[in-house]
T-cell receptor
Framework: GQNIDQPTEMTATEGAIVQINCTYQ??????LFWYQQHAGEAPTFLSY????GLEEKGRFSSFLSRSKGYSYLLLKELQMKDSASYLC???????????FGAGTRLAVHP | EAGVAQSPRYKIIEKRQSVAFWCNPI?????LYWYQQILGQGPKLLIQ????????DSQLPKDRFSAERLKGVDSTLKIQPAKLEDSAVYLC?????????????FGQGTRLTVV
């Protein structure tokens, strides 16, 4: 079966650091994606991991451990505009079927 | 580069009516996905095309939903007849490489309300 788990909600303070975890069990693995989705808008791509380790992109970093079926998204120097849902997705199969988790709603407070 | 285009943006219909959504992917993108996103949930894959062929429709309710991608470019998703539980945002996405690990680009979606 295919299963992707993320916390439902998180809150954090402006300027702080937050880590959003994702665990997955899928038949096949091509890579792990993180997307950001503001309310009423389409998901936008944040990061991609296919090898174990940390990928850094400005204020956002993403980590992958394939043996543990685990990833996290790290957001530094939080800003109010970072309030959004963060979606973890796994690509599987020869045609890269993209399976999404339920998303984590992050609220950033002053 | 133009993004993924979808229309209409909003649609309100009565239950048992039919509705169709249109998607124009990014030029050159062979892979096209249709997702259903119910409020507060993650996107659920309904159907995936590679060029004009279906590669996954395992979660498409085939008794009422249908989709096609003529000529491997534009795609339409149809619901007939609609039920109240079909109220959701329908997202179309496209990506470039078959079997590759490139990101999918999403359109703005069509928000469907069934009353």
């Amino acid at each position: 079966g295919q299963n992707i788990d993320q916390p439902t909600e998180m809150t954090a303070t402006e300027g702080a650091i937050v880590q959003i975890n994702c665990t997955y069990q899928t038949s096949g693995f091509n890579g792990l994606f993180w997307y950001q989705q503001h309310a009423g808008e389409a998901p936008t791509f944040l990061s991609y991991n296919v090898l174990d380790g940390l990928e850094e992109k400005g204020r956002f970093s993403s980590f992958l451990s394939r043996s543990k079926g685990y990833s996290y998204l790290l957001l530094k120097e939080l800003q109010m505009k970072d309030s959004a849902s963060y979606l973890c997705a796994v690509g599987t199969g020869g045609y890269n079927k993209l399976i999404f988790g339920a998303g984590t709603r992050l609220a950033v407070h002053p | 580069e133009a993004g993924v285009a979808q229309s209409p943006r909003y649609k309100i219909i009565e239950k048992r009516q039919s509705v169709a959504f249109w998607c124009n992917p990014i030029s050159g993108h062979a892979t096209l996905y249709w997702y259903q996103q119910i409020l507060g949930q993650g996107p659920k894959l309904l159907i995936q095309f590679q060029n004009n062929g279906v590669v996954d429709d395992s979660q498409l309710p085939k008794d009422r939903f249908s989709a096609e991608r003529l000529k491997g470019v534009d795609s339409t998703l149809k619901i007939q007849p609609a039920k109240l539980e079909d109220s959701a945002v329908y997202l179309c996405a496209s990506s470039f490489v078959r079997g590759g690990n490139t990101e999918a680009f999403f359109g703005q979606g069509t928000r469907l309300t069934v009353v």
